[in-house]
């Protein structure tokens, strides 16, 4: 099983993930039958064109300025806002400037974690 079992503090996760010219870049930091959590960088300009997930999502800008779209609503995004979108639902986004930003996806159908008392 790839359930996480153990805690973990993660640091320099920004620095070690640097902006890089006309690039997307990701790291998937957490991963497990629930939850996925991943940091991106976006060079200015860089484009996620429209799609959808079937988890449920919570996006926030850590750093930068985005355009971000779901749907028919469009924002402009700057650091620690945050999105949130309901499983299916289609957005897209546009880096205005370089940016960070986290993304954690948690699967709605997941089997709850039984406590271990």
Known sequence: SSRFT???IFTDLIEELPITREATTSRVVVNNEVLRFLLF???AGQVLT?????RA???QLLSGKMEFTVGDTTAI???GDVVYLAPDDRHALTAL???HMALTMVDMNSEPIKNRD
């Open 6 to 8: 153990e805690s973990k």
């Open 41 to 43: 960088s976006f060079d």
């Open 50 to 54: 429209e799609h959808s997930s079937t």
């Open 57 to 59: 999502v919570i996006v």
């Open 77 to 79: 995004l700057s650091a």
């Open 97 to 99: 400037e370089p940016c």
